[in-house]
């Protein structure tokens, strides 16, 4: 008998209020490794509230979340993280001030080897720089130089830079929201190329986007919300594009 593996996130029932305002009702939504989950909808769909419920920042109110077949309770960021769920944000949370390398490890420094028990220990600059440019060089990230204030790169180098970092804690899960929001054509490439690398390496990817060129270029599936529900679960490669986007602004529903 062929046993079949569960799924890397599975999301049943999921509701979070605001007040008097239904967030989310009844959301269900499923993660495989090595797959890439386009969430798509309108604004005010809950798109952000959901990454928002997964991440652990917004607990949701009703629902249940397994995380590679075990019931868990996601309430903190720190919980998320421990499990292998990284996020990053539309904001990225940049420090401009600090190279590349610096906001790598921002949070995980490295300290150099000292006296055992020693309070202060000087910062392994020139180990995270290392560190750095081989994680960038395997991610085929274009960065000429570490040490380069963050402040000085691109947009698309900034969004690539932030993923990276999320990827120093190893993790199983990476939700992106709007990674190539404001980029251009060149810049969007290179961070659809990463995506499509972070799914080489088994990692479970989902991808809020409101471009459905990017959606078909890199999702395996596409799961559609409007008002905060359910609007539709797509296979993206064989499904027309219009078609999505029908579900999108409610003209039809695959739910």
Known sequence: MRVTEPPLLSLRGISKRYGAVQALEDVDLELHRGEVVALLGDNGAGKSTLIRVIAGVDPADKGVIEWEGQAVHIRTPRIAQRLGIATVYQSLALCDDLDVAENLFLGRERRRPGVRGRLFRLMDNGGMRA????????????????????????????????????????????????????????????????????????????????NLGDVKAVADEAAVLRLGRNNGFFHVPTTPQDRIFSSIVGATSNA
Request: net charge positive; no cysteine; hydrophobic share 45%.
């Open 131 to 210: 560190e750095a440019r081989r994680q960038l060089d395997a991610l085929g990230i274009r960065v000429p130089d570490v040490r380069a204030p963050v402040a000085s790169l691109s947009a698309g180098q900034r969004q690539t830079v932030a993923i990276s970092r999320a990827l120093l804690g190893r993790p199983k899960a990476v939700l992106l929201d709007e990674p190539t929001a404001a980029l251009g054509v060149p810049q969007a490439g290179h961070v659809l190329d990463l995506v499509d690398e972070l799914r080489d390496r088994g990692i479970g990817v989902i991808l809020i986007s409101h």
